[in-house]
T-cell receptor
Framework: DADVTQTPRNRITKTGKRIMLECSQT?????MYWYRQDPGLGLRLIYY???????NKGEISDGYSVSRQAQAKFSLSLESAIPNQTALYFC???????????????FGEGSRLTVL | AQKVTQAQTEISVVEKEDVTLDCVYE???????LFWYKQPPSGELVFLIR??????QNEISGRYSWNFQKSTSSFNFTITASQVVDSAVYFC?????????????FGKGTKLSVKP
């Protein structure tokens, strides 16, 4: 089983609908992230969380919200989806306690979202 | 501001050729981390290497090698004797330390196609 699991893996929805992408991890990491990937643009950070009580905006947070329900769960919501939010979304975790892997991100398999 | 530039959008080579993927970065931090990730056609993100800004030693791992030069703010990636399985999108990324660890700034990626 994957250490970082994203659901759903694929979703097609309509403009104006509320969408939630969920991420759970079994790695025991404190930090969790949501990135968005668009063709030709690389990955961009949407939100990140250092722990359950700490949520921070990333580079492109407008139109998104997140919830850190537990150390292992980090959800991304699109309150009212629009077509330019069509993208591949990645959840990731990192572990500050392991100095050998400082800064290394462990990614989920991605959630492909299409907004019509 | 931090920035990562991968000027090569797409590269196509024939199997067994050597290929170098360029990465140039900008940061005002004196301490930072550089990364390379691979995204094969299946879509997952695979960690390849992390380099601390204080460690300018080049690294070799099998057919992969990395050349880090602070003087030119470059962190280039070379694949020797390329294989079809090397076909993927490769991302270079940069992060700070401390609170910004894990907040990776990605380049736009270089798509490498290795033809038999």
């Amino acid at each position: 089983d994957a250490d970082v699991t994203q659901t759903p893996r694929n979703r097609i929805t309509k403009t104006g609908k509320r969408i939630m992408l969920e991420c759970s991890q079994t790695k025991g990491h404190d930090r969790m992230y949501w990135y968005r990937q668009d063709p030709g643009l690389g990955l961009r950070l949407i939100y990140y969380s250092f722990d359950v009580k700490d949520i921070n905006k990333g580079e492109i947070s407008d139109g998104y919200s997140v919830s850190r329900q537990a150390q292992a769960k980090f959800s991304l919501s699109l309150e009212s989806a629009i077509p330019n939010q069509t993208a591949l979304y990645f959840c990731a975790t990192s572990d500050l306690r392991d100095s050998r892997r400082t800064g290394e991100l462990f990614f989920g398999e991605g959630s492909r979202l299409t907004v019509l | 501001a931090q920035k990562v530039t991968q000027a090569q959008t797409e590269i196509s080579v024939v199997e067994k050729e050597d290929v170098t993927l360029d990465c140039v970065y900008e940061t005002r931090d004196t301490t930072y981390y550089l990364f390379w990730y691979k995204q094969p056609p299946s879509g997952e993100l695979v960690f390849l290497i992390r380099r601390n800004s204080f460690d300018e030693q080049n690294e070799i791992s099998g057919r992969y090698s990395w050349n880090f030069q602070k003087s030119t703010s470059s962190f280039n990636f070379t694949i020797t004797a390329s294989q079809v399985v090397d076909s993927a999108v490769y991302f270079c990324a940069l992060s700070g330390v401390g609170g910004s660890q894990g907040n990776l700034i990605f380049g736009k990626g270089t798509k490498l196609s290795v033809k038999p």
